[in-house]
């Protein structure tokens, strides 16, 4: 079965680091999106990708927090430098074709502690 | 209003009885509306999906029922099962876009 792949699944950097995570939507997904979740909350959106174009990265905190997705496919979301408050685990979701009423599917998530 | 409400925070029900969660919303735009299921560690997997032309949906022990002049929804779990224990998230998406915008999440214990 078809799966969202990220990695890595674990991180632990120090305040003032960069950290990367990586995203491997499915096959054919067109649309991607990572979403932060703080513990004991729901999933919230920092950016959605149409293929390679950003569509909304409105919760994005674009002074630390970068993302792309060059070829429309993988994407990388990284944060520099690195605060207490980003811990939290990432998550990246794909959904299918475009006509916008296809379910999001989650990867396992990316788990960030920063000390 | 972007916002999505669940309650309750926590649940607990004994093995065999019923497990209800609500979601209250305001943002008349939403089209759509999950629930996830979450196990601890886990990224949410998708459960069930209803549209707001639809009062009901039912897959196995799971059903949504969905009220869309009073804006809420609600994940009713039949014949729950120790295995049924996780945090629960509705979602709803507004209707530009595709984002999905989360409930606070319902964490479920079902005693054996």
């Known amino acids: 079965e078809a799966e969202v792949a990220q990695s890595p699944r674990y991180k632990i950097t120090e305040k003032s680091q960069a950290v990367a995570f990586w995203c491997d939507p499915i096959?054919?997904?067109?649309?991607l999106y990572w979403y932060r979740q703080i513990l004991g909350q729901g999933p919230e959106l920092l950016v959605q990708f149409q293929d390679e174009s950003v569509v909304d990265d409105s919760q994005l905190p674009k002074d630390r927090f970068s993302a792309e997705r060059l070829k429309g496919v993988d994407s990388t979301l990284k944060i520099q430098p690195a605060e207490l408050g980003d811990s939290a685990m990432y998550l990246c979701?794909?959904?299918?074709?475009?006509?916008?009423?296809?379910?999001?599917?989650f990867g396992p998530g990316t788990r960030l502690t920063v000390l | 209003q972007q916002q999505v409400k669940q309650s309750p925070q926590s649940l607990i029900v004994q093995k065999g009885g019923i497990s209800i969660i609500n979601c209250a919303y305001e943002?008349?735009?939403?089209?759509?509306f999950p629930w996830y299921q979450q196990f601890p560690g886990k990224g949410p997997a998708l459960l069930i999906a209803i549209r707001p032309d639809v009062s009901e949906k039912k897959e196995g022990r799971f059903t949504i029922s969905f009220n869309k002049s009073a804006k809420q929804f609600s994940l009713h779990i039949m014949d729950s099962q120790p295995g049924d224990s996780a945090t629960y998230f509705c979602?709803?998406?507004?209707?530009?876009?595709?984002?999905?915008?989360f409930g606070q999440g319902t964490e479920l214990s079902v005693k054996p």
């Open positions: 979602a709803a998406r507004s209707n530009w876009g595709g984002k999905l915008i």
């Open positions: 979701a794909s959904s299918g074709p475009r006509d916008g009423y296809n379910e999001q599917f």
């Open positions: 943002n008349t735009a939403f089209d759509y």
């Open positions: 096959s054919g997904h067109a649309t």
